[in-house]
């Protein structure tokens, strides 16, 4: 009954390639995010959606594209991996902009070599 | 733009030691505030969180924190920790009626048995 999931849990690839992480959430929110946890710890976000409508897009190079096809599920795709984009990248959700916390995925751990 | 700075990023303590973990954000208006702890190779999980009413909260595994508007602070307390509270500690802000769920760089605290 896990209420933000994320697949793979583990992802390892070579420098190149092109790859997606799959989120999805059974507790009804509208908004969901993609956050990337680098080696130093430091939680960036990356993408929200809201109701599948991109609503945040921080400084992220454009071959990481997003896909919400509902809103229950937000995809990332990440095309021409590079050894930068190793990290553990966390989907959360979230019931809008109402005062509630986030709720995170158990997060991909992405490895390019 | 909001952002959060969590000054102390690495605390060691000895375990019944007390924890103050310093938080604080930067943003005019309302905010929500937030604590995490991430134990290694885990997800986030919520401690506790401000929205409105009493600035003292009090969350989860006995940790509390306190707002404190004029400082834009919320540190994050416990009186006596354990060696189980070995983790990543990430303090996070919301502006109010916003999308942007922004995390400090966290603080790595290490409790010695």
Same mark, same amino acid.
């Given at each position: ?20 992480? !799959? ?12 956050? !990337?946890?680098? $080696?130093?710890?430091?939680? !960036? ?11 945040? +897009? ?6 990481? $594209? ?8 937000? +995809?990332?795709?990440? +095309? ?34 | ?56 909260? &009090?969350?989860? &595994?006995? @940790? ?38 922004? @995390? ?10």
């Amino acid at each position: 009954d896990t209420a933000v999931s994320q697949t793979p849990k583990y992802l390892v690839t070579q420098m190149g390639n092109d790859k997606s992480i !799959k989120c999805e959430q059974n507790l009804g929110h509208d908004t969901m995010y993609w956050y !990337k946890q680098d $080696s130093k710890k430091f939680l !960036k976000i990356m993408f929200s959606y809201n109701n599948k409508e991109l609503i945040i +897009n921080e400084t992220v190079p454009n071959r990481f $594209s997003p896909k919400s096809p509902d809103k229950a599920h937000l +995809n990332l795709h990440i +095309n021409s991996l590079e050894l930068g984009d190793s990290a553990v990248y966390f989907c959360a959700s979230r019931p809008g902009r109402s005062d509630t916390e986030a709720f995170f995925g158990q997060g991909t751990r992405l490895t390019v070599v | 733009a909001q952002s959060v700075s969590q000054h102390n990023h690495h605390v060691i303590l000895s375990e019944a030691a007390s924890l103050e973990l310093g938080c604080n954000y930067s943003y005019g208006g309302t905010v929500n505030l937030f604590w995490y702890v991430q134990y290694p190779g885990q997800h986030l999980q919520l401690l506790l969180k401000y929205f409105s009413g009493d600035p003292l909260v &009090k969350g989860i &595994k006995g @940790f509390e924190a306190e707002f404190i508007k004029s400082k834009f602070s919320f540190n994050l307390r416990k009186p006596s920790v354990q060696w189980s509270d070995t983790a990543e500690y990430f303090c996070a802000v919301n502006a109010l009626g916003t999308y942007k769920y922004i @995390f400090g760089t966290g603080t790595r605290l290490k409790v010695l048995a």
